[in-house]
């Protein structure tokens, strides 16, 4: 079955980094486009960025544009999702997905100002 796993959450400081993973399987990793959402308490799921199953396209939500990077491994069945500058604001839990609606346990991401 599908399945996905993010890690790499943690408490960081307001300009700091982090770098997410998710490790996908159950499916043929590379042929799907895959995504990261994240979720802050009392607020709606947002998608943060997407991937194209080659890795040649990628699109970020502008709240995040410039800061965070989407990138995937398909010899390694994982997604990533490194994270520059990271603002009060990005804490979240973050999910990774595949479509049509699969996502992992998510992880969380907190970041003190």
């Known amino acids: 079955q599908v399945q996905l796993k993010e890690s790499g959450g943690g408490l960081v400081q307001a300009g700091g980094s982090l770098t997410l993973s998710c490790a996908a399987s159950?499916?043929?990793?590379?042929?799907?486009?895959m995504s990261w959402y994240r979720q802050a308490p009392g607020k709606e799921r947002e998608l943060v960025a997407i991937?194209?199953?080659?890795?040649?396209?990628?699109t970020y939500a502008d709240s995040v544009k410039g800061r965070f990077t989407i990138n995937r491994n398909n010899a390694k069945n994982t997604l990533y999702l490194q994270m520059n500058s990271l603002k009060p604001e990005d804490t979240a839990i973050y999910y990774c997905?595949?479509?049509?609606?699969?996502r992992g346990q998510g992880t969380q991401v907190t970041v003190s100002s």
């Open positions: 159950g499916f043929t990793f590379s042929s799907y486009a």
């Open positions: 991937i194209s199953s080659a890795g040649d396209t990628t």
């Open positions: 997905h595949r479509p049509p609606n699969y």
